[in-house]
């Protein structure tokens, strides 16, 4: 069958084509209903269906894999490396769960992982899905204003955090962030579960933290079975930012995100069973949920998780990696492949790279000289896949287990399957043809393994997603793009405040927040501006309650010293701009909207324009100024 075949398919009768790819992974009790889609724009997935995402991916393979590795443990941090088989991991799993029963953990509670990449992160994610419980990872490079929002929306009963995590070699203590966000938050957990890797010291607080290691060692024979779920049960939730300062709980189910992955695994990756999958993305992100924990499990091959960055020991770590674990699915980002295009290309022949088949890269606009360096180097194919953390899956790529549909520079490819992509014109709603720029869009239902709504605000999920385009109920990306005449789409951008730093997605309003919450700061703008390097940076330009307080050029530097280490102190290092400026006022519209996408050309040495509803025009010229010092 051809891909556009298969595609025409999904979109003609979803029912009849998931209860097909249904079959890829097991039930407890069979679906009753495939699709309901009475309440738009809610799609539930395989109604009257049980089945659980921990013995998809790990009991599931005990009959016939038990010995073969399932997750592979590299640190270069720390020079550890463990070994789990499917037997390992299932026992350790048991070990887990049942300590956090011990905890009072029951199904439909909240579990929230703030952990660096640490085999006891995706055993604790897998504990929780056996059990019912519902797990939040918070990306460990989140600081306490971050955490202790999201602790307070996903109201946690447990925590489940280590002493730190290690980076380039400088070891980052979790616990005094994890207390002050705890502090922070109003919500409180009834426990806290502490992995200690002996990194840092750190302090305990009795009656509340718990010590793993020691509450491990009593059920270190554990058997704890799995509670078998609805499909249309709530499995994970992940934040994600907006255009609000407030995070957006991704909330997902169970059924239609095993079926996704599943079928994934089959038709875009290309992965089979006792095979080994190597995502350099961390358990905190989207990707790391998919395709370092779920998604290679549930299809039968071990996972490669690694603690460490690309270059050290050297530039050719992650190929030694590669070749000594046979990898033959790879998965990164841009930026990971333009760090590496900073280091001789000679790393990337010195390994025998012949068990890889591509390497898949996505979370940020995939550059037409990078693209073609690494895949050069590797003399491998190189596939861009384009998804966000609402759809949990590729929503364009290419889908080479089905056929092989050449892949296009500059382009994540064709829509895929069970995605039916729109481009459409943002005031008018209408579609667009060829080569016209306009918002991605995805008519309904969403296919399985789409988030199923935001955690505790079914509101919000419909206001933000399915309302911005006039005259249709329509799910909106928030992407610009456009697509050639072949049918391949191109993305141009965000159309909302959320910027991508080195395929982290952040959201600019938590950064001005926090920004403004610095003493001496009146107001301020967060842009993200192109950098060669990250793809793009956050840049602030901030207005000051006393404008002399900047009058010499080491004030400023004092100054802005002092307001990058509070959203550093806030949000984390991750979310600290490269810079931010001092201006006397902010380029605005008569009533009062801050103009961002004037700001950012202006940053970016483009042409903001004739801007008819600006107050003030002399903002710009500051700005221009600001920037020159
Ligand atoms: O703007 C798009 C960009 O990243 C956003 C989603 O980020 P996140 O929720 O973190 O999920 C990442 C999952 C891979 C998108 O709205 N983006 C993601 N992939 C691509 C991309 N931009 C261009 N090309 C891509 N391949």
């Given at each position: 069958?051809?891909?556009?075949?298969?595609?025409?398919?999904?979109?003609?009768?979803?029912?009849?084509?998931?209860?097909?790819e249904?079959?890829?992974?097991?039930?407890?009790?069979?679906?009753?209903?495939?699709?309901?889609?009475?309440?738009?724009?809610?799609?539930?997935?395989?109604?009257?269906?049980?089945?659980?995402?921990?013995?998809?991916?790990?009991?599931?393979?005990?009959?016939?894999?038990?010995?073969?590795?399932?997750?592979?443990f590299?640190?270069?941090?720390?020079?550890?490396?463990?070994?789990?088989?499917?037997?390992?991991?299932?026992?350790e799993?048991?070990?887990?769960?049942?300590?956090?029963?011990?905890?009072?953990?029951?199904?439909?509670?909240?579990?929230?992982?703030?952990?660096?990449m640490?085999?006891?992160?995706?055993?604790?994610?897998?504990?929780?899905?056996?059990?019912?419980?519902?797990?939040?990872?918070?990306?460990?490079?989140?600081?306490?204003?971050?955490?202790?929002?999201?602790?307070?929306?996903?109201?946690?009963?447990?925590?489940?955090?280590?002493?730190?995590?290690?980076?380039?070699?400088?070891?980052?203590?979790?616990?005094?962030?994890?207390?002050?966000?705890?502090?922070?938050?109003?919500?409180?957990?009834?426990?806290?579960?502490?992995?200690?890797?002996?990194?840092?010291?750190?302090?305990?607080?009795?009656?509340?933290?718990?010590?793993?290691?020691?509450?491990?060692?009593?059920?270190?024979?554990a058997?704890?079975?799995?509670?078998?779920?609805?499909?249309?049960?709530?499995?994970?939730?992940?934040?994600?930012?907006?255009?609000?300062?407030?995070p957006?709980?991704?909330?997902?189910?169970?059924?239609?995100?095993?079926?996704?992955?599943?079928?994934?695994?089959?038709?875009?990756?290309?992965?089979n069973?006792?095979?080994?999958?190597?995502?350099?993305?961390?358990?905190g992100?989207?990707?790391?949920?998919?395709?370092i924990?779920?998604?290679?499990?549930?299809?039968?091959?071990?996972?490669?998780m690694?603690?460490?960055?690309?270059?050290?020991?050297?530039?050719?770590?992650?190929?030694?990696?590669?070749e000594?674990?046979?990898?033959?699915?790879?998965?990164?980002?841009?930026?990971?492949?333009?760090?590496?295009?900073?280091?001789?290309?000679?790393?990337?022949?010195?390994?025998?790279?012949?068990?890889?088949?591509?390497?898949?890269?996505?979370?940020?606009?995939?550059?037409?000289?990078?693209?073609?360096?690494i895949?050069?180097?590797?003399?491998?194919?190189?596939?861009?896949?384009?998804?966000?953390?609402?759809?949990?899956?590729?929503?364009?790529?290419?889908?080479?287990?089905?056929?092989?549909?050449?892949?296009?520079?500059?382009?994540?490819?064709?829509?895929?399957?069970?995605?039916?992509?729109?481009?459409?014109?943002?005031?008018?709603?209408?579609?667009?043809?060829?080569?016209?720029?306009?918002?991605?869009?995805?008519?309904?239902?969403?296919?399985?393994?789409?988030?199923?709504?935001?955690?505790?605000?079914?509101?919000?999920?419909?206001?933000?997603?399915?309302?911005?385009?006039?005259?249709?109920?329509v799910y909106?990306?928030?992407?610009?793009?456009?697509?050639?005449?072949?049918g391949?789409?191109?993305?141009?951008?965000?159309?909302?405040?959320?910027?991508?730093?080195?395929?982290?997605r952040?959201?600019?309003?938590?950064?001005?927040?926090?920004?403004?919450?610095?003493?001496?700061?009146?107001?301020?703008?967060?842009?993200?501006?192109?950098?060669?390097?990250?793809?793009?940076?956050?840049?602030?330009?901030?207005?000051?309650?006393?404008?002399?307080?900047?009058?010499?050029?080491?004030?400023?530097?004092?100054?802005?010293?002092?307001?990058?280490a509070?959203?550093?102190?806030?949000?984390?290092?991750?979310?600290?701009?490269?810079?931010?400026?001092?201006?006397?006022?902010?380029?605005?519209?008569?009533?009062?909207?801050v103009?961002?996408?004037?700001i950012?050309?202006?940053?970016?040495?483009?042409?903001?324009?004739?801007?008819?509803?600006?107050?003030?025009a002399?903002?710009?010229?500051?700005?221009?100024e600001?920037?020159?010092?």
């Amino acid at each position: 069958m051809t891909y556009s075949e298969f595609y025409r398919r999904s979109i003609a009768d979803p029912s009849a084509f998931w209860a097909e790819e249904a079959k890829r992974i097991d039930w407890h009790t069979p679906f009753t209903q495939v699709l309901d889609d009475s309440k738009p724009p809610f799609a539930r997935w395989f109604v009257g269906g049980t089945t659980n995402l921990c013995h998809n991916a790990v009991d599931r393979w005990l009959p016939t894999q038990a010995d073969k590795p399932a997750l592979i443990f590299v640190s270069t941090e720390t020079d550890e490396e463990r070994i789990l088989t499917i037997a390992d991991l299932h026992r350790e799993i048991q070990r887990m769960a049942a300590v956090m029963q011990t905890l009072g953990v029951v199904r439909g509670d909240r579990v929230l992982i703030y952990m660096p990449m640490v085999p006891e992160a995706v055993i604790a994610m897998l504990a929780c899905a056996r059990i019912g419980a519902i797990h939040s990872v918070v990306f460990g490079g989140f600081a306490s204003m971050s955490l202790g929002s999201r602790i307070e929306d996903a109201t946690p009963r447990l925590i489940i955090s280590a002493d730190g995590g290690s980076r380039a070699g400088k070891v980052v203590p979790y616990k005094p962030l994890l207390d002050e966000a705890i502090r922070l938050s109003a919500h409180k957990p009834s426990a806290v579960l502490m992995i200690n890797r002996g990194l840092t010291p750190f302090s305990s607080e009795p009656g509340r933290d718990h010590d793993y290691t020691a509450l491990r060692a009593s059920h270190l024979d554990a058997q704890v079975p799995v509670v078998w779920l609805a499909s249309t049960d709530t499995s994970y939730i992940l934040y994600t930012s907006g255009t609000t300062g407030r995070p957006k709980g991704v909330q997902r189910d169970v059924g239609g995100y095993a079926v996704a992955l599943a079928s994934s695994m089959k038709h875009i990756y290309c992965g089979n069973p006792g095979e080994t999958y190597f995502s350099t993305s961390d358990i905190g992100w989207v990707v790391g949920h998919s395709y370092i924990v779920y998604g290679p499990l549930i299809g039968g091959m071990a996972t490669l998780m690694y603690e460490g960055t690309p270059v050290r020991p050297d530039a050719g770590i992650l190929w030694q990696l590669v070749e000594r674990f046979k990898v033959t699915v790879m998965f990164s980002a841009p930026t990971a492949i333009r760090v590496l295009k900073k280091h001789d290309a000679q790393w990337l022949s010195r390994y025998d790279l012949s068990s890889l088949r591509s390497l898949f890269l996505a979370g940020e606009p995939l550059d037409e000289p990078t693209s073609s360096w690494i895949s050069e180097g590797l003399g491998k194919p190189i596939i861009d896949n384009y998804w966000q953390t609402e759809t949990g899956w590729p929503i364009l790529t290419v889908a080479h287990g089905i056929d092989k549909t050449p892949t296009r520079l500059g382009s994540p490819g064709l829509p895929m399957y069970g995605f039916d992509v729109r481009l459409l014109d943002e005031n008018t709603g209408q579609a667009l043809g060829p080569n016209e720029k306009g918002v991605i869009a995805i008519a309904q239902p969403l296919p399985p393994g789409c988030m199923q709504t935001v955690w505790g605000d079914d509101d919000r999920f419909v206001k933000t997603y399915f309302s911005s385009i006039p005259g249709q109920q329509v799910y909106s990306t928030f992407d610009w793009g456009v697509r050639d005449s072949d049918g391949y789409y191109f993305i141009l951008g965000r159309t909302d405040d959320v910027i991508n730093v080195a395929g982290h997605r952040l959201g600019t309003r938590e950064i001005e927040e926090s920004i403004n919450s610095h003493p001496a700061v009146a107001e301020c703008a967060v842009v993200g501006v192109a950098d060669p390097l990250k793809g793009q940076v956050a840049i602030g330009f901030a207005v000051l309650r006393d404008p002399t307080a900047a009058a010499s050029s080491a004030d400023r530097l004092a100054l802005e010293g002092a307001v990058l280490a509070v959203v550093n102190q806030q949000l984390g290092a991750i979310a600290r701009p490269a810079r931010v400026y001092f201006v006397n006022l902010l380029p605005k519209t008569r009533s009062g909207k801050v103009l961002r996408r004037s700001i950012q050309a202006v940053c970016e040495g483009r042409d903001p324009g004739v801007l008819t509803t600006i107050e003030d025009a002399s903002a710009l010229t500051a700005l221009r100024e600001a920037l020159v010092g």
